[in-house]
């Protein structure tokens, strides 16, 4: 048996799910930077994602702020801002294991992607689920 301390089981718990994490974004990132070749096409590929991802995001804020009052539309404010810090943190962690690599910006950039977009399909849904009362 093999006896771990507190932080060591949380950084091979951090290892694991970056791997896991990295698995997903490479099956992501192929089928949609297929003609990336080095590892800055990379970067740039899944930067140009997030990108894409962080405007329609933007849209979807200003869209949803439409439908609020003025003391939703503050309420609303304060959970995005709360719900970005969580994100980038949260990104940062994940991507850790290559920070200071060049796979670096592709394992962050990935991560903030996949956070963004579930955030912008969260707010559509409450946009649907708002319009339709």
């Known amino acids: ?56 995001l933007n849209q979807s804020y200003r869209d949803f702020q439409r439908l609020l009052n003025s003391s939703e539309k503050k309420e609303l404010k304060a959970v995005q801002l709360s719900w970005i810090d969580f994100r980038d943190k949260a990104c940062q962690f994940s991507a850790s294991p290559v920070r200071g690599g060049s796979a670096y910006p592709m394992a962050l950039n990935g991560c903030l992607t996949t956070y963004t977009k579930q955030r912008r399909v969260q707010l559509d849904t409450d946009i649907k689920n708002i319009k339709s009362k």
């Open 1 to 56: 048996m093999i006896i771990m301390s507190p932080i060591k089981k949380v950084g091979c718990l951090a290892l694991l799910s970056t791997g896991l994490f990295f698995s997903a974004q490479a099956s992501a990132t192929t089928t949609t930077c297929d003609k990336a070749r080095t590892q800055a096409d990379l970067n740039n590929c899944v930067a140009a994602q997030l990108a894409v991802e962080d405007k329609k």
